[in-house]
């Protein structure tokens, strides 16, 4: 059964200053870059299992997942 995902307000804002950090150099990267972002959180509820757990936490619950490396 696929899980429920609701954006944090912080999350929002995080992306939304990632897009104007990178919209400074090219507006078209910029969507480009939160399109990757938004696809990638999209497919969480379906493929909640995917990524690396993350080695601060330590718990498999808690996934991070990269969409530029």
């Known amino acids: 059964m696929a899980r429920q995902l609701r954006w ?3 999350a929002v804002e995080d992306v939304e200053s990632i ?3 990178i919209e ?3 507006s ?3 969507r480009a870059v ?3 972002i938004v696809q990638l959180v999209d497919s969480i509820p379906e493929h909640a299992e995917m990524g690396r757990v993350v080695p601060e ?3 498999p619950e808690f996934r991070e997942r990269f969409v530029h490396k």
Do not use: C, F, G, W
Request: a positive charge; glycine letters at 0%.
């Open 8 to 10: 944090s307000p912080e």
């Open 19 to 21: 897009a104007r950090y």
């Open 24 to 26: 400074r150099d090219s």
């Open 28 to 30: 078209y990267y910029a």
């Open 34 to 36: 939160v399109t990757r």
């Open 57 to 59: 936490i330590r718990d």
